[in-house]
């Protein structure tokens, strides 16, 4: 019995339930798509006498030289929380205009499972920014089965073997609380971001280093996370003063969270830095303005965004993974 020919990418597709632009690298032995999935279409095709003729090769091919930024979905507009999205935006696209493409800004639910192949599927897109914090891993899984090419913002687990930029969390956690106890602080909170986010679990590594090499023990009632909005740190700050009202330091993962932080301290009755001196972290534009203007943890987020262009479409030219750890600088200003 004569083995049935199918017609299309498609029906190829539909068969190794992938997207058809992963069926297409496939074919044309992308090193985008991996080669126990290559060996499957290609098994896929040879058993059902499929061959790609040149029209439909080149269609598959083509480029839409614009680049997808992938950040979370907005229950309301852009705003002051969201700087921090809004400064490395602004580097991708100056990195992707330099290279000659474009970026499309995509909002993307938490529960969303098929958002990346339909965006490579209907070819808008040849590749994506990953930003967001929400279910990042779960993102980066269905990315990683669909061989999508993707850069992420943040820090790779273990075995791991995608693209990205990230600063060193380790070395901005331990800058910061070494500043600290240099000035003579000695009751000095931890206020983090998500806890489950491995950047902050290596910010609070840099902590406990610091902490432990000047014999400082390391209270529990000083070690307090949050989300990263200006509301969250409000909170957290509250709960720690209510947990230690003596507190005398706090480094706090954000700049934002930071400031919201040094008003919830002025509630209190305190000053800063006199009586608490606060470090944030992202030497965001607006640190600099703020009353008394913010020490914190600089992370060049212009070349953070640059780098995530530029290194995302080296992958989409060439297959070659890089994983880029950028330094931090303490900049020191008023609030300690």
Known sequence: MARKTIQTIDDIARIAKVSKSTVSRALNDSPLVKQETKERIRAIAQQHNFRLNAPARRLSLRQSYTVAFVTHAYHK?????????????????????????????????PFDTDWAQQYLDSGRVDGFILLTASRKQSYIKNLLDIGAPFIAWGVTGPNQNFSTVNGDNFGGGKLATEHLIRSGRQRIAFLGGPAVEMEVQLRYQGYESAMQEADIPIDPALVEYGEYHSAA??????????????????????????????????????????????????????????????????QDIPLAGKLLAQNLIQFLKTGVVSQVTMPVELVVRESA
């Open 77 to 109: 507009d852009f705003s002051l929380d969201d700087l921090f999205t809004l400064e490395i935006m602004g580097g991708v696209s100056n990195g992707l205009h330099e290279l000659g493409y474009d970026m499309l800004v995509i909002q993307v639910s």
């Open 233 to 298: 740190g409000a909170k957290a700050m509250e709960h720690l003063l209510e947990r230690a009202p003596n507190l005398d330091a706090v480094f706090v993962n954000s700049d934002l969270n930071a400031i919201a932080a040094i008003e919830v301290i002025r509630q209190h009755g305190k000053r800063t830095p006199e009586d608490t001196a606060v470090v944030g972290y992202d030497d965001l534009s607006i640190a600099s303005f703020n009353q008394p203007p913010l020490t914190t943890i600089r």
